[in-house]
């Protein structure tokens, strides 16, 4: 099994920055690929960013540029740094791992998530 608890979300104005941590344990080849999806009220839920324990990292189009996912191994821990933040970045964000074999993770669709964490939330304002 494996448990993914987020933090870090709040309220911050357009332009704006926030850091999401997510710590994790349980089976190591469980969380080989590890990202972020998001999920705006009404709205479906989306791949963020993604990363494999090699550190290979893939991101959604809508992010690139303002977006940086990095690890660290040895603190089992998850970062999505969020920068040039826009109101349409608001939602819901989840932390998500899948297992070794899910090669189609790097669709980032929620299928290809085996685990999900709780989410925190990020709200950005005008």
């Known amino acids: 099994q494996v448990q993914l608890v987020e933090s870090g979300g709040g309220s911050v104005q357009a332009g704006g920055s926030l850091r999401l941590s997510c710590a994790a344990s349980?089976?190591?080849?469980?969380?080989?690929?590890m990202g972020w999806f998001r999920q705006a009220p009404g709205k479906e839920r989306e791949g963020v960013a993604g990363?494999?324990?090699?550190?290979?990292?893939r991101y959604a189009d809508s992010v690139k540029g303002r977006f940086t996912l990095s690890q660290d191994n040895a603190k089992n821990t998850l970062y999505l740094q969020m920068n040039s933040l826009k109101p349409e970045d608001s939602g819901m964000y989840f932390c998500?791992?899948?297992?070794?074999?899910?090669?189609?993770?790097?669709?980032?669709?929620?299928?290809?998530?085996?685990?999900w964490g709780q989410g925190t939330q990020v709200t950005v304002s005008s």
């Open positions: 998500v791992a899948a297992d070794r074999g899910r090669i189609g993770f790097w669709l980032l669709h929620p299928t290809n998530a085996d685990y």
């Open positions: 990363i494999d324990r090699r550190g290979s990292t």
């Open positions: 349980g089976n190591t080849d469980s969380r080989y690929y």
